[in-house]
Structure formats: C-alpha cells, structure tokens
C-alpha cells in the first residue's frame, strides 16, 4: 500500500518486492539508472551498413559506441570505411542500413569536423579563419574576438592571430583548423587523419598538444589514423577495422593513466599495446587477403 499523491488516499498497487525489501531495491534501481545515464552513449551505430550509388559496399554490420567523454580511434587500412563512418556520426550522410542514434544535436555547435588537410581560406587571417563559424552563427566579430582569441591561445597560437596560412608551418595551419573546429565548444570533435601529412617531430608535439586539449575541453574525441603508434598514445579505445566490407573486427582498450606522459612512449606498457594493436592490424589486412 503507498500514497497517492494525486488524490491524498492509500491505494494498493503490486510491487515486484516485498515491503521489507523496498530500500534496498530502490537504492539498486536509482544505482542502474546512474549507470545508465552515465554510460548510455553519446552516439551509437548498430548493425549499421553504407552502400554507395556505384555498389561499393563501404560498411556492413557495424556496432560501435562512442562514450561521451571518452578519446576513441579507428584504425584500420585504407578503404576500410573510417572516414565513411565520421561523415555518418557528424550527419553528412546517411545510414543505407541499421540504426544511427545521437545523444546530441547534430548542428555545427554540436560537431567539430577536423579534416586531412587544413582547408584554411588563403585569403584570410587566423583569426578570421576560426571567426569563420561563429560569423555563420551570426556572432559578431566584436563580441566573438574574445572566444577567438581564447581558443587560439589553447593551441598555442595567441601571437599569429594576424598571420595568414601563407605564413605558417604544416603543423600552425592544422593548429588553426583545430581551433576553427574548437571555437564553438562542441562536445563532440571529429579528426579524419589530421597529422597524417606532417613530419614525426610535429606529429608528437601535435598529439601531445591534442591530450592536452583533451583533458581542459572534456570534449568526446573520434580520431581516425594508419598509425598503430598514434592510436595507442593518443586513445582510451581502438576499433580496428577490416575492409570489404568495412567492419569492427576488434576494440582495445589501452588502459593508462591520463594524461599519458611523455614517458609513455619509451614504456613496456606502450611497447604492449602496440604489439597488440598491431597484430589486430594485420588480423584485419589477412581478412582483406581471404
């Protein structure tokens, strides 16, 4: 017999426990429904598939996870669907089987889009290349000055915001287009292959960089790379992927502190998850051989 609030009576309602056992199933239930909340995905693909127009079959049967939070890498060879799946979750195309659910808006102050190549205008200063998004949201430039500049001392460019791309490295014109991706905080940031083009040296200090980001933003991160070095330092989580059709064969988790060290990348821990994200590797190029 409980209250009705409603209307102020007891009335009797059956319950899946006897009264004796209420507190403790109620704390159990308030217990899963914290767990439910705090692990229910930010985006979740099931048995999803993508077929192109000409036939190609770029995904079949994928389940993947993205855990809000959390800093999640596919890697996979070339032609295995990484970059299909990124166009998917940021909502430039669609699923052609399965489901796609977001947690999220899907709106440019929802999604962050970092591609291969900075894709910067050439005409334009840094600072105007990352006022690019909020300019669309209808900010002016005034009152965004101080968000630009902000996120442009995040990645360490504070001192070029008067530059144009003519005049940077590689390594300062993918720092602008991570910026332009940041300025509108979003909670999800997409990377298809960002340092993919630059020399070792900028890739580590950029990856380092991108840790750093990482832990002051909070911000959900699905990066894709060919490199098994990259996806063990940088990743909470590795989906390896096959191709023909693309596919989850495998999912590590490289279960270090963060943020890594520098030392990590010398450590037997490293040298472990690297041996072993390698072997899912050639797993997934002996399953393209078959």
């Known amino acids: 017999m409980v209250l009705d609030s409603s209307c102020g009576r007891a009335i009797d309602i059956a319950l899946p426990w006897p009264a004796w056992a209420w507190p403790a199933a109620l704390d159990a239930y308030d217990a899963a429904m914290m767990v439910e909340l705090v692990t229910k995905p930010l985006v ?3 048995d999803a598939g993508k077929i192109y127009k000409n036939g190609t079959v770029a995904l079949a049967g994928l389940d993947l996870d993205v855990r809000e939070g959390e800093f999640l890498t596919l890697l996979g060879p070339s032609g295995c669907g990484k970059s299909t799946i990124l166009r998917l979750i940021a909502g430039l195309d669609s699923v052609s089987s399965g ?4 947690g999220l ?4 102050a929802s999604i ?3 591609f291969q190549d900075p894709t ?4 334009a200063s840094v600072f105007d290349n990352v006022f690019l998004g909020l300019r669309l949201q209808g900010i002016s430039r005034r009152d965004a000055a101080p968000v630009v500049n902000e996120v442009l001392a995040l990645v360490g460019l504070g001192a070029e915001a008067t530059a144009f791309p003519r005049e940077l490295s590689g390594g300062m014109c993918m720092r602008v287009s991570i910026a332009r991706a940041l300025v ?3 909670p999800l940031l997409l990377m298809d292959e960002p340092f993919a083009a630059l020399d070792e040296i900028t890739r580590f200090k950029l990856n380092d960089d991108l840790l750093t980001l990482h832990g002051e933003l909070a911000t959900t991160i699905v990066f894709v790379t060919h490199s098994v070095y990259e996806s063990v330092y940088l990743s909470h989580r590795i989906a390896v992927m096959a191709a023909r059709p693309g596919r989850i064969i495998e999912e590590i ?3 270090a502190p963060s943020p890594r060290a520098k030392n990590f990348r010398t450590s037997t821990a490293y040298a472990n998850f690297c041996a072993q994200a390698s072997l899912a590797l050639q797993g997934a190029m002996d399953e393209v051989l078959k």
Do not use: E
């Open 253 to 255: 988790a490289i279960s």
């Open 112 to 114: 962050g889009f970092v």
């Open 44 to 46: 979740s693909l099931r």
């Open 184 to 186: 509108l905080h979003p």
């Open 99 to 102: 489901t796609l659910t977001r």
């Open 105 to 108: 808006a899907r709106d440019r």
């Open 120 to 123: 910067l205008m050439p005409w």
